[in-house]
């Protein structure tokens, strides 16, 4: 099967690019993956498991590995969370059946794209099937149950009982057997009433319980900077937590780029001695509906471009939040289920993200722990931020204006030689676009207002912004190996595709999605 990486581009189909046998196609490598939280009930107009397994190939395209799907749980309570369930074992019917969801998560391994579920342990609703069936398994106070954190519609569940712990750990095997979901996005690991002892235990447990079969745990909870007793309990992935909250502070219309720099220096120290990778975003549904229902317009005015670059870049695996790629300026209240508006999006969000996306893969040196470089500047470039990451013989510069005012920045210090600039803001909205530069070790560049350019070393064919829809034909054979040379992204010749990624061939770009041969 052919897909047209294209089928996100809005206006512009690029002939040159496209996604080959998108069936066969291998993983992203850990460290150079994407994730996307999706909730069911918004991401589609039926708001159903179906509906969402037919858009799977949408988020392909968009360079999505991960699909986190929100609490698809019956829902209770009486506020109508997602995150009071009444029933671990068993779908929200609004969204489908297990078997649907088995169905779903059967679409996107055939695209060699992951499913994680939303669990929480922290909690039930008030009125969940245990209340009744067993009352043992909650926390209790003068023989009363007990409100965690004065959420009215759930009760505090008590892992002080074996047989709660027992429980919990067979509804996590429940969904690997069922649906065969590939990990877990664990709610409030941050709770004082879920003991360290009980991941220590939990994780290995079922990343151990099937055979050949690789689970993965992110935790909400800032464990480098916060939670810190977590630190050993076994968590592949944490939040960001504390960085993201800085970008808050950093507002709609700041152009406080040392506090920026700063900030990002303080993640970057905290993740240096950690075992586990994090997860780094600009928003998600707490900050998108809990945090006075801000869209991301509201949250970061311009700044949203040149912050999403940064989360992209900067280290870690990036989060796209159910809409975001599409501008992100809707208020998703996931209580009861906004449906998402993809009929006018917005072209620079998408062909940023996508963009990012596929450097995220393609470039060794934004792998997740690659080393950041701060480049010194100019002192008229004061609201400007530059960087470069290296790995091997593969180099990324990113740039990015604060100001709200166009300036000219000195950087010094770059690797002399050939870049390609692979990301401008200047004209991202119309379409991608490739052009050469030679950089001496000092360089000055342009940039517009809340402008931001991404720039790989090595030497590429250049693409002109495409000036229409296009259309190509392709079969097979145009993608079987043939004389012409690849080229990666970072500059270096191959015989064939070694890896999945983005290439050049004939002056073509290539999503490859599997490895030649």
Known sequence: MLLMASQLMGNHLLASDYVDDINRAANNEVGHQVIYELNVGSFTAEGTFAAAQQKLADLKTLGVDIVWLMPIYPRGGGINSPYAATDFQQTNPK??????????????????MQVWL???????????TWVTTHPEYYAKSGGQMIHPNGYN??????????????????CLKFWIDQ??????????????RIPTNYWQTAIPLIKNYKSGKT???????????????????????????????????????????????????????????????????????DQNFNESKKTLTQKYGLNRYPLTVLAYTLYGMPLIYNGQEVGGNQALDYFNDTKINWSSPDTKMLNTIRTLTALKHA?????????????????????????TRKQGDSEV??????????????????????????????????????RQQQFSATQTLALEAKGYRVFVRGSFPEE??????????????????????????????????????????????????????
């Open 179 to 192: 649906a065969d979901v590939d990990g877990y996005r664990c709610d409030y690991i941050s709770s004082s």
């Open 397 to 434: 510069l990113v740039v990015l204006n604060l100001a709200t005012t166009a300036t000219n920045a000195t950087l010094t210090g770059l690797t002399a030689g050939s870049w390609s600039q692979w990301l401008t803001s200047e004209t991202i909205s119309q379409g991608t676009s490739r």
């Open 95 to 112: 969204y489908g059946t297990i078997t649907d969801l088995k169905s779903l998560v059967a679409a996107a391994h055939a695209l060699n």
């Open 363 to 387: 470039v060794p040196a934004l792998g997740d722990k690659v080393a950041v470089n701060w480049v010194t500047l100019s002192s008229g470039a004061a609201n400007v931020l530059a960087f």
């Open 464 to 517: 002109d912004i495409p000036t229409g829809i296009g259309s190509v034909s392709l079969q097979p054979s145009t993608l079987s190996p043939h004389p012409s040379t690849f080229f990666d992204l970072s500059g270096r010749s191959v015989s064939s595709p070694q890896r999945p990624g983005l290439y050049f061939r004939g002056g073509k770009k290539m999503v490859v999605s599997h490895t030649y041969f």
């Open 215 to 285: 689970i993965t745990f992110l935790g909400e909870g800032d464990i480098a900077q916060d939670v810190t007793r977590l630190k050993t309990a076994g968590f592949d992935y944490d939040y960001a937590w504390g960085y993201q909250s800085s970008l808050a502070n950093f507002g709609s219309s700041g152009v406080y780029s040392a506090s920026l720099k700063a900030n990002a220096n303080t993640m970057l120290n905290a993740s240096a001695n950690v075992s586990f990778s994090r997860m780094l975003y600009v928003t998600n549904h």
């Open 118 to 128: 939303d669990w929480v342990p922290n909690h039930t609703a008030t009125n969940a």
């Open 153 to 170: 519609d759930v009760w505090q569940l008590d892992y002080n009982n074996t047989a709660l712990v027992n429980a919990m750990n067979d």
